[in-house]
């Protein structure tokens, strides 16, 4: 599901906005595209330290919507820059090897974040 | 409310993400930081192409969530990068000088987006 186009987008550093809702609002948390790691069948892992507020909403409804851009990467038509909006839906993980993974990578996370999108729309 | 570090930020490109939500779901839009305009009372104007789910959304609550971050600007305890998360208000202009002044610097804007932030936390 995920296009070479945004694995591109990937080797570029960016914010990336992860949206969690509740039926009371709806939150917004970030990480950078640098801390994504997609796995062989892609799902995006990222390192959680806080997200409290998203860990909160996940249990409720883990639904997740996912911006991510970069400036640097051709979009539709020659546009200077794309960007992917992914729908899907997002657990935390706190044992494994994926998390044994992340965390020698990112020795500050306390869960892992993973997101299993089911739909990714190239946005430019 | 906007920091000098915020402004800072905008100094850089990354992409913005903007959540409205309703009842029934939120949207996530973008723009990039290069995009926003401050105005001198600390209004954000950007561009609006398309934003029509933010459009549909704001008839019904006119609550946004803006995020943005950039990587090359020095966070709290030195942390390399920083990020702000901005709740507020948003609508739609289509007329009016401000809405002149936009049209000028992005000729393809359909209708400004103007955000009111009520709150604007450095995250980083």
């Known amino acids: 599901m995920l296009s070479k186009k945004f694995y591109d987008v990937l080797n570029y550093e960016g914010s990336v ?3 969690s809702w509740t039926k009371a609002a709806p939150h917004v948390t970030n990480t950078w595209n640098s801390f994504l790691v997609v796995t062989d ?3 995006l892992l990222a390192p959680a330290a806080g997200m409290h507020s998203l860990e ?3 249990k409720e409804n883990n639904h997740v919507i996912v911006t991510l851009a970069a400036r640097e ?5 020659g546009y200077q820059g794309t960007g992917f909006r992914l729908e899907g839906t997002a657990q935390l993980v706190s044992s494994g090897a994926e998390f044994d ?3 020698e990578k990112y020795p500050f996370l306390r869960e892992i974040l993973e997101i299993t999108p089911e739909s990714s729309k190239q946005l430019l």
């Open 73 to 77: 990467v051709e979009g539709k038509n």
């Open 56 to 58: 909160n909403d996940l």
């Open 17 to 19: 906005s992860i949206t």
């Open 101 to 103: 993974m992340m965390k």
């Open 41 to 43: 069948d892609e799902r």
